[in-house]
């Protein structure tokens, strides 16, 4: 049973007042909030653990080392992987979407060579490829979207030729809300002979992913977007693929023998991550995986889907409501606009009632540009919202609306 109030206890900052208000926090696709056994397993180790992992013989170090570890087995065991050696762990889906582009662009693409990204990308899966081609003279094709907001995926199967080297799409539109049918994609790509990398930053905060199931070829997303705490995120990969991808970052922790002469690297996923890696933040994503898959990533699923059914009913019935992407499969993001109430009044309007929701381009400026607007108000769920929350939205809106 998916006891809503018993699960806000677990995040205390939801009992928080913003301008004398109860805070009403709609933000989550931009970041989510803790629940107390993150914060107390970081604590905790900070307190009574704290080591650097790998390199020490002494008893802290081991147990350090077996908590990060542990953590990796967890996100392992969270995405279904084959083996730890897939999960790379980096400071979030940005990072991990560059080592790609890094590593593979690298390794595998040569002056003309393609990538096959959407129209509805996250800068972060923009710019990383736009820096390859700065290097490489890689170009970038680019699948259109409806005016519902879905990939044309008649076009996408047109865009593949002898020069594309690899998908990267993601999974859930931030904006949006769509969710895209990777499977499909992923299948028409290896039909072609070529790898997917899938921006699941979006995804995995609100349901299930396999990547196996998938057979997707790189899966990316940020610990603090699914509860967890910032700076730590995860590249997984096939071992197939990491295997034949030269290092990101040289340092230490990442080779194995070091000459002036010459190096060699360590075994995955070691291999790429140089440094002294956030094994504090680790943990605290494996507790924050462990929260969510207790409460069931379908419990959580159905919760959300019916908060973004009751909101979009509620917000369609207000007067001059523009909502932004009309997808048959839609996830818990909501962008709209009404009337021509500037989307920051709106934000900042809605702020003093003590409703968080994100204004602006949301790092997609492409996707304004095909949507014909500058910015939109967006409202993202978490496992925590309510159905009440949802009709404060609502109410907000009416009155922000009555004063233009
Ligand atoms: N991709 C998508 C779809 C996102 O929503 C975000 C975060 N807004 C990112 C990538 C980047 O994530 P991070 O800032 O955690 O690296």
Redesign the pocket.
Known sequence: MYDIQEIRKDFPILGREVYGRPLVYLDN??TTQKPRCVVEAMTDEYYNVNANVHRGVHFLSQQATELHEAARETVRRFLNARSPAEIVFT?????S?NLVASCFGEAFMREGDEVILSEM??H??IVSWQLLQARRGIKLRVVPINDRGELVLDEYEQLFNDRTRIVSV?H???VLGTVNPIRRMIETAHAHGVPVLV?G??STPHFAVDVQSLDCDFF?F?G??IYGPTGV?VLYGKETWLDRLPPYMGGGEMIRHVTFERTTFNELPFKFEAGTPDYVATTGLARALDYVSALGMDSIYAHEQELARYALERMRRIPGMRILGEAGERDAVISFLVGDIHHLDMGTLLDRLGIAVRTGH??AEPLMRRLGVEGTVRVSFGLYNTLEEVDALAEGIERVAKMF
Do not use: P
């Open positions: 696709g931009a400071r979030g889906t940005t990072e979407i990308e996250h972060s899966n993601t859930v539109s931030n921006d930053a979006q990316a940020s603090h977007k995120g949301h790092c």
